[in-house]
């Protein structure tokens, strides 16, 4: 008997008084955010919530019932008041009239707008018959893992009845769309009693009269099956016991560092991905189980799953005891040929006459027993959330096969969710992407001024960063504030002197670990310093050679040993200086080791020609707004040199320049995002001027 203590319940957090605060919808939303807000009661992005309510007509000032429902897209964790479609309940009704039969279901969803309550902008999800017809005034639809497990085995209709009795019916898989509303309604009609229904392989539904009492249903029926599962799997191994041992984390990472690029090169041939590496125990219970394959075979079962993960994972047949890793890497052609080929026979066995093509037949999820799960997807987020879904799949065949057979959805209803024409319709409405989304990009000395806004254009332009620094402090910050306004998926932080070869090396492995790869190296981290050549002490010398000249060899030569093994081009930007073309008396370390740079992008440039990685050099004058370097003593010595007052030196450059401009940060980032990004596939070897025109440092 399992020990009920320990048992990690769901719980309630319901706060009445705060709710009694709320309008109606106010309390939906209030309810919507707390279930969301726990991935067992439902997935990301995954269910919804709607709640029946009493309005004025705007046109007719009578009262008129309206349902609120989640929209379409969105996450019920995270919406907010405007993520909900509003509809006239009485519209809704005079829809049945105009049905002409499950063939003809798809259609009914060109009508929904037709029944938009006060021009509510937002699109009416696929859902919204499940809850209309419904005859409760709060209705919650959910994807809990503990019962999609019930959902998903052999006799799930029989478990539903001997884990729920009378409370909670069930009801056989059938697609979301208007019949699968109309189906509930006369569930609801002949169960009168019922609290709720569980749908084969798909979720469960919950009602109330009131958003509380929704919501306390929604979490007791979760609980119940909670408990089902804990005392049925407490003394038995998941999935038939282990049979390998999982490496240490370390080794662990290391593979993935080494999987991760191999796989990304063969998959982006069409579009370039972002990976994601898991390695949490949930993962490891099942990729070092006796029954990996045969339950990666059998695919996932809710819809929800597969539309993130793809119907099956592929499975690399690495084994952690003889590590037998490039016996692994050699047969990757043959294992990733092999999962398309399947991947094709299943879109040419299902497909109709009006089916839209095929999409890209690589697979999103890899499986690696002893090392983990790595996911690839089109950006980070969508590769993250991939493996959270494969991770609820993992929790219910766990649950599903420790107490029936698990089943998969049949191979024909898959197909017909995946490549439904609503589904298409769907993703031909998404906007084009940015132009650097699928590319990750890494940037040394992001936490200056002139880093700081590189990074910043990459990331608006879609990539993921990895900021690296020697400055901690600087780049935590620096860090979070690009989270705020990217997202969190797009951007990590490795503090990192560039002088010290293994730091660098561990920083371009904490990138290949994080997002797969790399495409991108701006090499950036700088200092400054001025002396008369007798005053140049040696410390000063090897300080400017050892930062600027081997610093930049250092992280470009890491670079390349990655992009060259990746075999996806690349684009390496140095950020040198208009010194290392122009001689400047009295800074001659600084002048040499920015020349060193420079002599050193072209040597690679060279180098690099064959594999299409592109290397090339922008040069910044005088960006003193940002720029640690101006804040010290080269700015007061700047200013001595020329008889002025430090405050005086941004206004003495612009006057000094060609065009009489000053320059910024952002001007550097442009040119460089320009050198980076696919705009400039055909250059290499050059050098930009970012200094509002200076006779002296024009190439030749
Ligand atoms: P900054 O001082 O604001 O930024 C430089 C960053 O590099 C700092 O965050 C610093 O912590 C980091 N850094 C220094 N040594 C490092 C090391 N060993 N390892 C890792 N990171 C290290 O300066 P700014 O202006 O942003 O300079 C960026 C680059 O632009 C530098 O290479 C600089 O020489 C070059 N440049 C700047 C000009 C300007 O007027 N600001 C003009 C010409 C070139």
Not at 46 to 58: E, F, M, Q, R, Y
Not at 179 to 197: E, M, W, Y
Request: hydrophobic share 40%; aromatic share 8%.
């Amino acid at each position: 008997m399992a020990d009920v203590a320990d048992i990690q319940l769901l719980e309630n957090r319901w706060d009445e008084a705060y709710a009694a605060t709320l309008d109606e919808p106010g309390r939906l939303l209030y309810r919507s955010n707390l279930l969301g807000a726990d991935k067992r009661i439902t997935n990301y992005g995954g269910g919804n919530t709607s709640a029946k309510v009493l309005h004025k007509d705007p046109l007719t000032g009578e009262d008129v019932v309206v349902l609120w429902v989640k929209g379409s897209g969105g996450d019920v964790g995270t919406m907010k008041r405007d993520g909900f479609s509003t509809l006239y309940m009485d519209k809704l009704e005079q829809l049945k009239g105009l049905y002409r039969g499950l063939e003809h279901e798809d259609e009914m969803v060109g009508y929904l707008p037709h029944c938009t309550f006060n021009l509510n902008p937002r699109a009416a999800s696929i859902d919204t018959p499940l809850h209309a017809y419904l005859p409760y005034r709060h209705v919650d639809h959910m994807h809990p893992d503990a019962v999609i497990a019930i959902a998903a085995t052999a006799n799930s209709r029989a478990l539903t009845r001997e884990i729920f009795g009378d409370e909670i019916g069930w009801l056989p898989w059938r697609r979301p769309g208007f019949q699968l509303g109309l189906d509930l309604s006369a569930f609801a009609r002949d169960n009168p009693n019922a609290k709720g229904v569980v749908l084969e392989s798909h979720g469960l539904f919950t009602w109330g009269d009131t958003a509380g009492e929704s919501y306390e249903t929604t979490l007791r029926i979760i609980n119940t099956a909670i408990r089902y599962f804990d005392g049925k799997t407490r003394s038995r191994p998941a999935f038939g016991g282990a049979v390998v041992s999982p490496l240490a984390e370390t080794d662990r990472q290391a593979v993935a560092a080494k999987l991760l690029p191999a796989i990304r090169q063969r998959i982006s041939a069409a579009e370039r991905k972002v990976g994601h590496f898991d390695d949490s125990p949930a993962v490891l219970d099942f990729v070092n189980s006796r029954d990996l394959k045969p339950l990666a075979a059998l695919g996932t079962s809710c819809p929800d799953h597969f539309l993130r993960t793809k119907i099956r994972p592929l499975v690399l047949p690495f084994d952690p005891a003889s590590n037998n890793l490039d016996a692994v890497l050699s047969s990757l052609d043959d294992a990733i040929a092999d999962y398309r080929a399947d991947y094709t026979g299943y879109y040419e066995r299902c497909k109709h006459p009006d089916s839209p093509a095929i999409r890209d037949p690589n697979a999103v999820i890899y499986l690696v027993p002893g090392v983990g799960m790595i996911s690839f997807a089109k950006d980070k987020a969508t590769a993250r959330i991939a493996a959270e879904f494969y991770v609820n799949a993992i929790n219910v065949m766990r649950g599903a096969s420790s107490v029936d057979t698990y089943v998969g959805l049949s191979e024909q209803e898959a197909f017909n969710i995946e490549y439904w024409l609503l589904e298409e319709a769907k993703l031909q409405r998404m906007p084009k992407p940015k132009s650097l989304v699928g590319r990750v990009a890494l940037v040394t000395g992001a936490a200056g001024g002139i880093g700081r806004a590189i990074a910043g254009k990459l990331l608006s332009e879609g990539a993921c960063v990895v900021l690296t620094d020697i400055d901690g402090a600087a780049l935590e910050e620096t860090k979070a504030n690009f989270a705020k306004s990217f997202g969190a998926d797009h951007v990590r932080a490795v503090t990192l002197d560039v002088t010290d070869e293994a730091a660098v090396a561990d920083g371009f492995t904490r990138a290949v670990v994080d997002y797969g790869g790399l495409d991108i190296l701006v090499s950036n981290a700088g200092i400054s310093s001025s002396a008369p050549v007798e005053e140049t002490t040696l410390a000063m010398w090897n300080r400017n050679i050892d930062i600027l000249a081997k610093g930049y060899f250092l992280v470009a030569r890491e670079a390349f040993r990655l992009m060259r093994g990746q075999k996806l081009g690349g684009s390496v930007v140095f950020i040198a200086s208009k010194n290392g073309l122009a001689a400047s008396p009295g800074a001659s370390a600084y002048c040499t080791a920015k020349a060193a740079e420079i002599h050193l992008a072209r040597c690679l440039a060279l180098e690099g020609a064959d594999v299409g990685i592109r290397v090339n050099v922008v040069n910044p004058d005088a960006v003193l707004r940002g720029s640690k370097i101006w804040t010290g003593e080269w700015r007061e010595q700047r200013a001595a040199a020329y008889n002025l007052q430090p405050d005086d030196l941004e206004e003495h450059y612009r006057k000094r320049s060609m065009l009489k401009l000053s320059v910024y940060p952002e001007d550097i980032a442009e040119a460089v995002y320009f050198l980076a990004s696919d705009l400039a596939a055909k250059s290499t070897g050059n050098i930009i001027n970012v200094d509002a025109g200076n006779a002296q440092s024009f190439t030749r």
